[in-house]
């Protein structure tokens, strides 16, 4: 079973979406397909001994749509590289667009005017056209109507055809079979002017109603194609991150390469300013590198031999070699921008509602505007007459038709996932798809990891007490010269310490590791201990038991440093907790979540720990076993709840949180795993995620709501069945300027989200 997602062609509104999606589930082969309006891309899941995608490309290809053939795998390398070949065919279209609105919005103008004169002269505002004015617009009319519905409104004409063809409505049907209608009546009537007198009102015609509905609708359409390139963006700046060449070795020779021509192993030069194009390990050289567009982290990285760079990264000083380790679709960036992608043409379990009257509301709305003009014609006539009844009846289907636009229903949920998690992708903050972005804004409780999520997850030397006449740094010094013989990770930290500062490391004359306890070494012509409290205990050198005591409470690590006599200094190695972590708990708290830390480290660390954060309720010394099943216990209290863990031994919570959050940094990102991924392992971005969420749910439900009650108050207005009661009838002109504007305005409260600060 193969999954891809595809481009998709002709898409013009939500019911378009329908159809295609109906097709492509009923087709042999096809275990699932999910098509999304707001990004115009199927993703479809199907057996490949079955059906092919240019099978199923064929599938809706009568229907007036296509699958993109460069969208297919194998067929060029945008999938490889990561390219977007898309936006520029999206700018084209919208250029095309452009073209049309430019063509036909004087034309509509000039109608709009007549109509203006014609209204304002019955209620004597204004006098009446001269009679060779009048017989001018008369006949220009027609010609301007001609050309609207011909040339402009041909997708609309191709939308009705399709219907009588196969049955398959859209909202190109609906406005099709409005304009022609209006045109088609219109066309009767000058013809057969004479004739049809004694009948109906001949007087008045529709051309104008169809030149400026097929303006507006062109127009909004322009307006929502171009608002929709803009909730793009964040994809096109993570393409905009990577490399489009490579400075390859190939035999000896630095060779300029596309980047589609990289292959794992080959080394690649990297000079100052220059972006590392593919995935690798520093072979030769060392530089700093600014990762902050991927990690996050703004200080650029020293990188050494062996140290791992990542594509899309800045180079800013040294120049290096590194060998490629992962390229195309495998880097990191790609990865992200796959995720991204994946996350924006996702459906939010809210948007189901939505898609299931999407569904429906063609046919519906077909039913209703016969329903208003045969009422119209049957119950008019007996009050207005014949002729007015007709004419009233014309407008009302037409109006109907044109009033009831799916498009703003069905753009409401995609539009704001599009914006929301682009929004996320620049802040950090990686989404899986638009349910965990739904699910994350109805949390009430954060289980949180203490090591990598709390705290940086590696021992640190955090503070010295230096009882000795020397200073810290020669302190240091000493005491990191002796450690940087060891291959213990608290060693480690004291070293990395030292690098840090820049203290010199001194030459050590003699060396013993003492096992359990710590080292004995010579430097200077001075003999140093240094260990733990016991190795001080089996020298009978005095200390101060309770501050030793008191920092293995806290968690901490005493690393004790004495001469022959006596003790010289004492540093604390710990786990550090991270910064911003009070401030992240704060925040949380502050949106009124309770926050659980599970940890598999010890009660008097943990509780500690809990404390100097502000954390709610702690669960030590826990099994992954243990932490799933205190998920498992938290929600059958009813709450929903995500664990932030480093999604290694957190990985069975994590996936029976109702949302799991990885704390990730550099290559370690386990984009699989989580729903939610943050990069650089920054728990603030946790607080921003949720706000998030929050924010982009609540533009969902605006969305949602303009959508529904423009629906609902418009289509009996446009039925006419306030003409009874206040005399209101809806011009079909203002009709399809409120449809076309619909979509519009839901578009840019998508929109709107950009400008929330997290």
């Known amino acids: 079973m193969m999954t891809h997602t595809y481009k998709v062609k002709g ?10 999606e109906k097709t492509f589930k009923k087709t042999p082969g096809v275990a699932a397909a999910e098509v999304n309006y707001g990004t115009e891309t199927a993703k479809i899941s199907f057996d490949e001994t079955q059906v092919n995608p240019v099978q199923l490309s064929s599938k809706i290809e009568t229907l007036g749509y296509s699958l993109a053939m460069d969208s297919m795998p194998g067929m060029d390398h945008s999938q490889h590289t990561g390219m977007n070949q898309s936006k520029h065919e999206k700018i084209m279209e919208v250029a095309a667009m452009k073209t049309k609105v430019v063509s036909i919005m004087p034309l509509a103008l000039i109608s709009i005017f007549v109509m203006t004169w014609d209204i304002l002269a019955q209620f004597k505002f204004v006098a009446e056209m001269s009679y060779t004015t009048g017989e001018f617009f008369h006949y220009l009319m027609p010609i301007f109507a001609t050309y609207a519905l011909f040339v402009v409104g041909k997708p609309y004409l191709q939308g009705l055809y399709r219907f009588v063809r196969h049955g398959a409505a859209n909202m190109d049907t609906l406005i099709g079979l409005g304009t022609v209608s ?3 009546y219109s066309f009767i009537v000058s013809a057969f002017q004479e004739k049809l007198r004694p009948l109906i009102n001949v007087d008045h ?3 104008d109603v169809t030149i400026v509905v097929i303006a507006f609708i062109t127009l909004g359409k322009y307006l929502e194609a171009r608002s929709k390139i803009k909730t793009g963006d964040a994809i096109e700046k993570l393409l905009g991150l990577q490399a489009k060449t490579a400075l390859v070795v190939r035999d000896g020779i630095e060779i300029e390469l596309p980047i589609d021509q990289v292959v794992a192993g080959d080394l690649i030069v990297v000079k100052p300013a220059g972006k590392i194009p593919v995935d690798g390990t520093v072979f030769e050289g060392n530089s700093y590198v600014d990762e902050a567009l991927v990690t996050g982290e703004p200080l650029p990285v020293h990188k050494k031999n062996g140290d791992t760079v990542i594509a899309g990264t800045l180079n800013t000083t040294g120049t290096f070699t590194f060998r490629a380790t992962k390229v195309g679709s495998e880097t990191l960036l790609a990865h992200i921008v796959q995720m991204v992608s994946d996350a924006q043409g996702s459906k939010a379990p809210i948007q189901a509602l939505a898609d299931k009257i999407s569904s429906v509301f063609v046919p519906i709305v077909l039913v209703i505007a016969f329903i208003a003009l045969i009422l119209w014609i049957i119950v008019g006539q007996q009050y207005l007459g014949f002729s007015r009844a007709v004419s009233f009846g014309l407008v009302s289907f037409v109006d109907i038709l044109v009033i009831a636009c799916p498009c703003a229903l069905g753009l409401a949920t995609p539009t704001a996932i599009i914006v929301g998690v682009g929004k996320g992708a620049k802040e950090g903050i990686l989404i899986r798809d638009a349910a965990m972005l739904e699910k994350l804004h109805k949390v009430t409780v954060i289980a949180v990891d203490k090591t990598g999520t709390i705290t940086r997850g590696k021992p640190e030397l955090i503070s010295i007490e230096n009882f000795s006449e020397k200073t810290d740094d020669a302190l240091i010094s000493i005491l990191a010269s002796l450690e940087n013989k060891s291959e213990h990770p608290i060693a480690h930290a004291i ?18 590791a003492i096992k359990g306890r710590g080292v004995r070494g010579t430097v200077a012509g001075i003999e140093y201990w240094v260990g733990n409290p016991q190795l001080m205990k089996d020298r009978a050198i005095n200390f101060d038991t309770t501050q030793i005591d008191d920092a293995t409470r806290a968690g901490k690590t005493p690393v004790l440093i004495a001469t022959a006599e006596k003790i010289i200094g004492i540093v604390m190695v710990a786990d550090a907790i991270k910064p911003e972590a009070v401030e992240a708990v704060a925040a949380l708290h502050k949106l009124g979540l ?3 830390m599970i940890t598999g480290d010890a009660k ?13 309720e702690v669960l030590a010394e826990a099994t992954p076993e243990m932490k799933m099943n205190k998920i498992k ?34 290559t370690d990102v386990a984009i699989e795993s989580a729903g939610v991924t943050l ?12 706000k998030l969420s929050k924010i982009t749910m609540r533009g969902i439900k605006q969305n949602l709501f303009w959508a529904f009650f423009y629906n609902i108050i418009g289509i009996p207005l446009a039925a006419g069945l306030f003409y009874p009661i206040f005399g209101w009838m809806l011009n079909p002109v203002f009709a399809g300027l409120a449809m076309a504007f619909s979509s519009v305005s839901v578009v840019s409260n998508s929109l709107r989200i950009t400008a929330y600060k997290l």
Request: proline fraction near 1%.
């Open 11 to 20: 898409m013009h509104c939500a019911s378009c979406a329908g159809i295609i």
């Open 594 to 596: 309770q926050v659980v």
């Open 604 to 616: 008097n660390t943990a509780a500690y720990i809990a404390k100097q954060v502000g954390i709610d």
């Open 679 to 690: 990069l650089n392992g920054d728990i603030l971005k946790l607080v921003k995620a949720i």
């Open 495 to 512: 070293v990395s310490y030292a690098t840090e500062k820049n203290i010199t490391l001194q030459s050590i004359d003699t060396f013993e």
């Open 182 to 184: 209006a045109f088609t």
């Open 205 to 207: 015609t529709y051309f």
């Open 633 to 666: 216990e938290l929600q059958a209290q009813g709450v929903v709840v995500a664990m932030a863990g480093d999604g290694v031994n957190d990985a069975p919570a994590l996936a029976q949180a109702d949302v799991g959050i990885a704390m990730a940094t550099g």
